[in-house]
């Protein structure tokens, strides 16, 4: 069970109480695991040990395949144990849930190309035995290829395992809102939120097909177990209907509801709002942490809308909560300490206030002047996430360093780079050094972005471009910010320099360069992204990157004085009963800060890769910082413009 919910379950004799309560909300069985590694080493594990007993039978077994982001650390397992352990795919069949249509099986957003890369090309599975639809079938004999596809699946007997993993619109497969239970293999078109996700495989919106080849909800459903996998935090909204929700061809996913053996593996993340979660006592009792009590209390005052200090005893008890009451006598007394913790988090002094009592301050007074990292995964997670802070810092008399974790090349239009290199050349020109070399160059890399197929990766030379242009906007909007050069550090992590949107995980060598940094300053203070919600994105990469130099530094002395901050990247925010720090902001300083986003200009108006919101960055930053702001004063606490939010790291 996860940590956050420790049942008395052992002493009242109440567990299957408990059991039934869960079972009544989530209709899929669920388990919960700290992270998606540790869960795909487990069904790999699994997979592993039905291949091999298919073997001892001398039978093969057919497995049921997905692509995206959820399954790639199972077909890294399942490589390492074929690597490592000897585990032989010799026996083995696969039919893959999908691909897009049309599409090219060489070109670079294929499932083709994504399951060769990821598992086929590193195993020993016979080349015959894999089975993805294709993608380059003429439209009118898609039909008839759907029923082949069919047909040989049945013929090798079934789906024995099947893999999945869950969209945002709740399909499974490219099985849509709409799909019937009967549905078959077929051409779908695709929900534009699913055409929104994927823009990030294709580069650009306008280059994702609409269409798709799908199993059907049929096909799934006939599989004799399934695994349906979902991380982070985005996943979480669609992971609670899936679960929680009635049946419904608008979410197809609660069609596997009614799968005899079905197993919904989560991350911490994605399993966020199921209710045993989210609302702990709603299904059965809790250990009562501080946590979870300002969780209770503040969901209490949200839900009825109500601020703290005016919840009554009724409202306790008439919304699941009287067993907290039972413990605090009255509510009186838990609003107070609630406030209380509410009202300490607050500070205008992020880097501590000198000479000032600290006891019930989020910072330490001393020192009065501090040595401070700000780690920003992309170039402008600093000003997005933590402008206003920044500032502070700096006119507060800190010694602040920025450090740019990657160099953010991808995400620069070709646009961009092209006015970039022609600048460059006819500055040349009119200053008398144009050359023959140079000349060639930027032809060389003008074409190449003119050639380059619909989510292919560009050359290393515009790579290089567009991550100066990014350096140069980081740059800006850290001096605007107050900082001088010497204080400003661009990393550029190699992790991240694969050109794709897919990253490479953390190593030694990205380790170092943070640590060597880190070493450098001996910071008292270090700000970090602390998107643990994000699985396989470049800021949870970014983030274990840290973790990985303080934990190589954990016998410096100077490592224990340093308080590790964690702000929220550019998507989303920390529940208010998270806060550990809120930095109020003025209006003033939000037009500031505002001033230092602006300094990002290829990441202004339609950046390309604006993720599932399509608000601005700056106007997104302004939004989360003003509803911060106004769920404080909902609750009863001060009213400012707006805060920017911080949750301590404790290792
Ligand atoms: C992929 C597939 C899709 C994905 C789903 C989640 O073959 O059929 O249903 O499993 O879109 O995608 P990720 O894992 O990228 O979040």
Redesign the pocket.
Known sequence: MDTQIMYRAQKTGSDKHIKYLIKSYEKIPVRIWDNDVECCNHIAQSIALAIRQRQQDEKNIVLG????????NLYRELIRMHREEGLSFYNVITF????YYPMQPDAAPS?VRFMHEFLFNHIDIPTDQIHIPNGTIPLEEVGKYCEEYEKKIALHGGIDIQI?????TG?????EPGSWLDSKTRLVRLDSL?MR??RKDFLREEHVPFRAI?MGIDTIMNARTIYI????Q??AEIVRRAVEGEVSSHIPSTYLQNHPDVRFYVDKAASELLTRVNTPWLVGMCEWTDDLIAKGVIWLSQKIKRPILKLTDEDYNEHGLGELILKYNTAYDLNIRVFNRLQHTITGWPGGKPHADDTTRPERAKPAKKRVIIFSPHPDDDVISMGGTFIRLVDQGHDVHVAYQTSGNIAVHDHDAERHIEFFAEFSEAMGLRSEEMDKLQKKMLKAMKKKAPGEMDNKDVLQIKALIRRGEARAGARYCGLKDDHIHFLDLPFYETGKTRKNPVTSKDINIIKALMEEIKPHQVFAAGDLADPHGTHRVCLDAIFGAFAALKRESWIKECWLWLYRGAWHEWGVEEIQMAVPISPSELLKKRRAIFMHQSQKDRPPFPGEDDREFWVRAEDRNRDTAEAYRALGLAEYEAMEAFRRWEF
Do not use: Q, V
């Not at 395949?65 to 790639?72: D, E, F, K, Q, Y």
């Not at 893959?96 to 691909?99: A, C, G, I, V």
């Not at 999945?164 to 945002?168: A, E, F, N, P, T």
């Not at 996998?229 to 982070?232: D, L």
């Open positions: 395949l997905a692509t995206g982001s959820t399954p790639i893959n849930l999908d691909e499932y999945l993993g869950i969209g945002r399909h499974i497969g490219f099985n699913t996700d994927a799908t996998m979902a991380w982070g985005h996943k």
